[in-house]
């Protein structure tokens, strides 16, 4: 696996054994868009890019995301581009930023239909969630999905990520509880951590009241 990354450069290039993981580039703006209005994107994520991005708007999210690599951004949210090193067709992307509302660095994927099932994802989120824990000194970061992505739960275990917890949403402007979520953690490979997840402790289960 090759990495090169020049922070403060706008310039991401890793490479696995089928893809190279990289920035967008304008002339990627059709592929970003397709991405956008993909059946499956659409299902879990109709918020990908935004809501009603247009063919237009994806040269926009492009150049933002140029600026934000080229002002050394760690935090805010940005794509990658996955393109297949054989074909050199755009088959996917690659999410990341720092989670708003979780304060984690999280890491998100989407590929295109036709090239799902290819194992795509899974091989790009490994190099990265692995290049990128090393530069921006990182002890892990997170994936978090839809219990009703079975596809997506699958990629996650084979990126080497592990299944931390799953969760209830729970909404306040709703007043009531809303979707469940699995939320992943992968740890960087030479992270000192020992307490990593729950069993590295012993657990005695709940103290019982002698009354009850």
Same mark, same amino acid.
């Given at each position: 696996?090759?990495?090169?990354?020049?922070?403060?450069?706008?310039?991401?290039?890793?490479?696995?054994?089928? #893809?190279?993981?990289?920035?967008?580039? *304008?002339?990627?703006? !059709? +592929? #970003?868009?397709?991405?956008?209005? @993909?059946?499956?994107?659409?299902?879990?994520?109709?918020?990908?890019?935004?809501? @009603? %991005?247009?063919? !237009?708007? /994806?040269?926009?999210?492009?150049?933002?995301?140029?600026?934000?690599?080229?002002?050394?951004?760690? *935090?805010?949210?940005?794509?990658? %581009?996955?393109?297949?090193?054989?074909?050199?067709?755009?088959?996917?992307? #690659?999410?990341?930023?720092?989670?708003?509302?979780?304060?984690?660095? !999280?890491?998100?994927?989407?590929?295109?239909? *036709?090239? +799902?099932?290819?194992?795509? %994802?899974?091989? =790009?989120?490994? =190099?990265? =969630?692995?290049?990128?824990?090393?530069?921006? +000194? #990182?002890?892990?970061?997170?994936?978090?999905?839809?219990?009703?992505?079975? %596809?997506?739960?699958?990629? /996650?275990?084979? /990126?080497?990520?592990?299944?931390?917890?799953?969760?209830?949403?729970? @909404?306040?402007?709703?007043?009531?509880?809303?979707?469940?979520?699995?939320?992943?953690?992968?740890?960087?490979?030479?992270?000192?951590?020992?307490?990593?997840?729950?069993? @590295?402790?012993?657990?005695?289960?709940?103290?019982?009241?002698?009354? *009850?």
């Amino acid at each position: 696996m090759r990495n090169d990354f020049q922070k403060g450069a706008g310039y991401m290039h890793i490479e696995t054994k089928r #893809l190279i993981v990289r920035d967008f580039r *304008e002339s990627d703006s !059709e +592929a #970003l868009y397709k991405l956008k209005t @993909d059946e499956q994107v659409l299902k879990f994520v109709p918020d990908f890019l935004d809501v @009603d %991005a247009g063919p !237009e708007d /994806a040269v926009r999210f492009i150049r933002e995301f140029d600026r934000i690599e080229a002002e050394g951004d760690t *935090e805010t949210w940005r794509c990658y %581009a996955i393109e297949h090193k054989t074909s050199r067709l755009v088959v996917g992307c #690659l999410c990341f930023a720092r989670n708003d509302m979780l304060f984690e660095y !999280e890491l998100g994927w989407m590929m295109l239909g *036709e090239h +799902a099932g290819n194992g795509y %994802a899974s091989e =790009a989120a490994e =190099a990265f =969630a692995e290049y990128i824990c090393e530069k921006c +000194a #990182l002890d892990y970061l997170i994936v978090v999905m839809d219990v009703d992505n079975p %596809a997506s739960y699958r990629c /996650a275990l084979k /990126a080497g990520f592990r299944l931390f917890e799953k969760r209830t949403v729970y @909404d306040y402007s709703l007043g009531r509880y809303a979707d469940d979520y699995y939320y992943f953690r992968r740890y960087f490979s030479k992270c000192t951590r020992t307490k990593k997840f729950y069993g @590295d402790v012993p657990y005695y289960g709940r103290t019982v009241n002698s009354a *009850e």
